[in-house]
């Protein structure tokens, strides 16, 4: 089992950028996919990014790519989320997640989730 901590939120004005993380806890991190997801007001959670166990393989929302970034290190037992060129409608609760299945975009494929971190972007 894995236990998941977001960090990193805030707000910020429109074309900003923040980075968030999540940290998590064990020794066998490695063996994770890491994803996150998003969840607005009123709306269902989305897939925003995710990244295979060696930091090699990444997919992402057409609606972030080319403006966020997924990494991780494995070191750190750390996942990160770059988010460059911030819209409002990127406001959501950004949750981290992890799973032992495969790379996928699917909220059902993850097992784990943090409590999530709110990103609010001004207009």
């Known amino acids: 089992q894995v236990q998941l901590v977001e960090s990193g939120g805030g707000l910020v004005q429109a074309g900003g950028s923040l980075r968030l993380s999540c940290t998590a806890s064990g020794r066998t991190f490695r063996s994770y996919v890491m994803g996150w997801f998003r969840q607005a007001p009123g709306k269902e959670r989305e897939f925003v990014a995710a990244?295979?166990?060696?930091?090699?393989?990444?997919y992402y929302a057409d609606s972030v790519k080319g403006r966020f970034t997924i990494s991780r290190d494995n070191a750190k037992n750390t996942t990160y989320l770059q988010m460059n060129s911030l819209k409002p409608e990127d406001t959501a609760v950004y949750y981290c997640?992890?799973?032992?299945?495969?790379?996928?975009?699917?909220?059902?494929?993850?097992?784990?989730w943090g409590q999530g971190t709110q990103v609010t972007v001004s207009s």
């Open positions: 997640a992890a799973s032992l299945r495969v790379l996928s975009r699917a909220v059902s494929n993850y097992e784990y």
């Open positions: 990244v295979g166990r060696s930091d090699i393989s990444t």
